[in-house]
Structures are given as C-alpha cells and as structure tokens.
C-alpha cells in the first residue's frame, strides 16, 4: 500500500512536470550493462527503463523499457534484450528482486532488442513467446539486426545469436498466474508487426510496448501502419488503463501518451493530406511544422523521415 502511494505521488510528478531520461548519459545503472536498475512500479511489476537515445555502446542496445512481473508463482518478463548479455544482467536484476522462476518470456515485436537476447532465455530452459507477424519479421530481419548489434555494442554483443521465439499466437494469450490475470494482446496493425501489448485488468496497468510513445518522438518505419495504427488505438483506449509503461520512457497515463502518440499520429496525417490535396511532393513533406514535438528525444533524428515516410504511404492509400 505504502508503495503504491508512494508511485501515486511520483505520477503526479510526472504530469506536473516535464520529467525523461537524458539522452545525454549513457548510462545510470554502472554496475550492470542495463542502463537503470530496475524499479517496482506497482507492487509485483517492475521495469529497467531503457535510454532514449539511439542505441550505442554506452547504453548497451537497453533503450527500451525490460519489464517483470512477479506474479506469486513465476516471474513474466515483457521484452528479452538487445543481446544475450542484456538478458542475463535483467535475469541477474530479477533474482536479486525474488527467488520465483522466470516462467515465460514475451517478445513485444520482432525488433531487435525486443528479441536478440531470445537466446539467452531459451538456454535457461524459459519459453519465448510472441505474435506470429514478429517471428515472421525476425526470421527476416534477425541476422541483419545482430550486425548492427554487433558493430555498436562490440565485446556487449557476445553470446547473442538470432533465435525465434519458442511459441507462437494470432490473437491473445491469458496468463493466471499467482495474484495476477496477465493478458497478452494483439490488437492489430500499429507501429511493427507483431505489436503485443500485457494487459493487467485488476491492476488497472498496461504494459505497452510500442503501441505507445511520449518521452521520445515516435519512430516511422517502413512497415509502419500510421493510418491502421490509429483504428488500433481506439481498442487501446478501450482498456481504460490508470497506468501506462511504454514501450520506452517513463511510467506514465493515458493522457501522455495519446498527446504524443495517436494525437501526433494524426496531426501529421492531416498535415500530409493536405500537401497532397495541393499537389505538392514529398520535399514539402519535410516542412511540416513539428515544432511542438521538437522537446522530445530523437525528434532531430526521426522528425522528417517520419514527414517523408507518411508522405510515401498516404499518397497510395
């Protein structure tokens, strides 16, 4: 209880003032190659935030959010690692935190440091579990995605090798397990395929993944589904969720995160039609006026590859 109003008070922080991570600091945690130790947000669910900066060697491939929940009777975790170091040094986090067996694994999609550090946990004799549309893309994308790993995090990438995941689903998944009903969800075509959300009904917290963004500008990639990502959003909604840890930044609300993900989503769709309205080309795109964005992370970075990428789509919808 005391816990619990104690993360109250540090939300209420949260959306009084502007509170992220630095991308500047390349790691918090030096004792470990995660970048932050992990933190118990509510009892039982717990989180190593991740950096928002691009990845690099400094923060390990860990700049997205590795979470757990000690259910009681066995320890979920949501996201194996960029590496098969990574996993090991949230394995180590895990069994300084409880002396439950980590029982299943959940990759959030087929990205990278959502599922290199797969290998790890299967070693461990732990299932990996993801949606059918990830396996798919990391049995494509894998091998080229443990090169880059390999050319940043140089000696943190040892171990690592490309391994599916052990267990597949098209739809859902629920988990009763100890104090906890843990859902896992696929609620359709969002930001990568394979987008898996964990849904914790009685707790009222949703572990999000990358169906949700607000510290850091929201990436668009190829395979991005902006316009299917918005009717995904509205299922999203539909779970009234009190707490929200994304996919990376900091526990947050609903309202963070549809501010900076479904409302920027938008804006820059109707920005984007209305170029195309006027006939204009994708060098327009890139004027798009995202200055009320330009305070997050990564928007130097991302800001006009996501203008030219929605311009791309849009103009074949």
């Not at 914790?200 to 990502?229: N, S």
């Not at 963070?256 to 204009?280: A, H, I, K």
């Amino acid at each position: 209880m005391f816990r619990t109003i104690l993360f109250l008070l540090l939300l209420a922080c949260i959306y009084s003032t502007p509170v992220s991570a630095d991308q500047a600091i390349d790691d918090r945690y030096p004792r470990s190659i995660l970048y932050s130790k992990p933190v118990e947000f509510i009892p039982g669910v717990w989180s190593a935030i991740g950096a928002t900066a691009p990845p690099n060697y400094g923060n390990a491939g860990h700049n997205n959010n590795l979470s757990f929940i000690v259910t009681g009777d066995g320890v979920v975790v949501f996201n194996s690692g960029a590496s098969y170091l990574l996993a090991k040094a949230l394995h180590d986090e895990i069994r300084n935190v409880t002396g439950q067996p980590v029982i299943l694994v959940i990759n959030e999609n087929g990205q990278g440091h959502a599922m290199l550090g797969n290998g790890y946990w299967i070693d461990q004799g732990v299932p990996v579990l993801a949606h059918e549309a990830a396996a798919e893309s990391f049995a494509k994308d894998g091998h080229e995605s443990l090169a880059r790993l390999k050319a940043y995090a140089r000696e943190r990438s040892l171990g690592t090798t490309v391994q599916a995941p052990t267990e597949i689903l098209t739809d859902s998944r629920i988990i009763e397990k100890g104090d906890f009903r843990i859902e896992v969800l696929w609620l359709g075509l969002a930001h990568s395929p394979g987008d898996l959300v964990v849904w914790l009904p009685k707790q009222r917290l949703v572990i999000a993944g990358d169906m949700a963004f607000h510290e850091r500008l929201l990436p668009i990639f190829e395979d991005t589904q902006t316009a299917e990502w918005l009717q995904t959003w509205q299922r999203f909604e539909d779970l009234q969720a009190l707490y929200v840890i994304p996919g990376h930044g900091h526990p947050t609300n609903m309202a963070q995160v549809r501010r900076y993900t479904r409302d920027y989503l938008l804006y820059m769709r109707r920005e984007v039609q209305s170029l195309l309205d006027e006939g204009e080309d994708m060098q327009a795109a890139y004027g798009i006026d995202q200055s009320a964005y330009s305070h997050l992370h990564t928007f130097d970075d991302l800001a006009k590859k996501n203008a030219g990428r929605i311009f791309e789509k849009m103009e074949f919808e």
